[in-house]
């Protein structure tokens, strides 16, 4: 979803979706203020799944390893 936004206000695509057809709304979603921002929350979306793409291969790796098991001990 992050890419899209991102991406999506500085393609063709933008201006010719349905909402672009009214005229004062055509005015807001055309604005380059409007697509930055629109482009911005995009790019924090991407940021935050990344961030917790991390968090949870990080958890995945320390429960692999288990301090129960005898695992990883050495005599």
Known sequence: M??????????????????????LVRGILTNNFVRGGVSGLGIVNLVVGF????VVLSARDRSSVSLGDGAGRSM
């Open 2 to 23: 992050g890419l899209l936004l991102l991406v999506l206000p500085w393609s063709d695509f933008w201006e010719a979706n349905y909402f672009a057809a009214w005229p």
């Open 51 to 54: 961030a917790e793409l991390a």
